[in-house]
């Protein structure tokens, strides 16, 4: 199974952009998905995830009411849609796959990533 992730790029602080990851699986709405984000020097975090029907959503704090997790199970894909943009949003951000239908915040929990598209946030 691969996933794509695409629609990063350079915006500058209060603007959106959103991403989108497409799966190869044939069991995608069987799979929780998530997003995570990586900035130069730092760990890897959990920045939003949705279950695999799409009815149950977590995000972390500092982007709830600006980030929206969504998926459309019909075409494999789950997007964020990414509102108010600050620099700080800067970092390369990850799509991954769970194993299960339920949503989870830990990388280890995830079992399958994209390959990251950078997300730039200039002041």
């Known amino acids: 199974v691969q996933l794509q992730a695409s629609g990063g790029g350079l915006v500058q602080a209060g603007g959106s952009l959103r991403l989108s990851c497409a799966s190869s699986?044939?069991?995608?709405?069987?799979?929780?998905m998530g997003w995570f984000r990586q900035a130069p020097g730092k760990e890897r975090k959990f920045v939003a995830g949705i279950s695999g029907s799409g009815a149950s959503t977590r995000y972390e704090d500092s982007v709830k009411d600006r980030f929206t997790i969504s998926r459309d199970n019909a075409k494999n894909t789950v997007y964020l849609q990414m509102d108010s943009l600050k620099p700080e949003d800067t970092a390369v951000y990850y799509c991954?796959?769970?194993?299960?239908?339920?949503?989870?915040?830990?990388?280890?929990?995830?079992?399958?990533w994209g390959q990251g598209t950078q997300v730039t946030v200039s002041s």
């Open positions: 991954a796959a769970r194993g299960q239908w339920w949503v989870l915040v830990g990388t280890k929990d995830y079992y399958n």
């Open positions: 699986g044939r069991t995608f709405s069987t799979n929780a």
